[in-house]
């Protein structure tokens, strides 16, 4: 079974500066996707960024960037120029060919101004 | 062009009693996944519906059903409520069987409180 650890519950960060959140996880498949979440107060679930595990290249999207270890089951989120936006939920998320995609238990950040 | 749609946002039910939460896919998805997060938790996956029919069920108990209509839209059941039902319930919506890479997009939810 497929699982997914972010061992950091908080993190708080000041604003403009840099924070990586963590995230490994464990699955004897080869070909997956790996997601970053993030949930603001309102509980809607938004896609920040994914990964394909046959994609070497870190993907990135303006201000977000992960850092995939694919043999270390390694997916770390790195938030540049942190903004008071982006104090929210960060859930970790991985799925595999059959369709469940399988959350971490989240890690709550904190952008201090 | 709407999103994924759910209601009701919020209910309250009484434990024993039995509740129906709704699902609008966003406009040309055709799958549609539930999950049930606790509180302080991250999401877990109740099923998936594709083509009408369960696709993958996670770990969850019999009491939890669905349906998934022909025009995609879906509807949570769960039976025989226990306190611990108590939970954002969430719907996804993507295009075709969800191993394809195509972004899955969220609802806001349905909070279910049982007393």
């Known amino acids: 079974a497929q699982t997914v650890t972010q061992s950091q519950p908080e993190m708080s960060v000041q604003e403009a500066e840099t924070v990586t959140l963590s995230c490994t996880y464990d699955?004897?498949?080869?070909?997956?996707?790996l997601f970053w979440y993030k949930q603001p107060p309102s509980r809607q679930m938004i896609l920040v960024i994914r990964?394909?595990?046959?994609?070497?290249q870190n993907a990135t999207e303006n201000r977000f960037s992960v850092n995939f270890q694919k043999a270390a089951k390694s997916f770390s989120l790195k938030i540049s120029d942190s903004q008071l936006g982006d104090t929210a939920m960060y859930f970790c998320a991985f799925m595999a060919r059959d369709g469940d995609m399988r959350f971490g238990a989240g890690t709550r950040l904190t952008v201090k101004p | 062009d709407a999103g994924v749609t759910q209601s009701p946002t919020h209910l309250i039910k009484t434990r024993g009693q039995q509740v129906t939460l709704r699902c609008s896919p966003k406009s040309g998805h055709d799958t549609v996944s539930w999950y049930q997060q606790a509180l302080g938790q991250g999401p877990q996956f109740i099923f998936q519906y594709y083509e009408e029919e369960e696709r993958q069920r996670g770990n969850f108990p019999d009491r939890f059903s669905g349906h998934q209509f022909p025009n995609y839209s879906s509807e949570l059941n769960v039976n025989a409520l226990l306190l611990g039902d108590s939970a954002l319930y969430l719907c996804a919506s993507s295009l075709a069987l969800a191993f394809s890479g195509n972004t899955i997009y969220f609802g806001e939810g349905s909070w279910l409180t049982v007393v």
């Open positions: 990964q394909e595990a046959y994609k070497q």
């Open positions: 699955t004897s498949e080869n070909n997956y996707y």
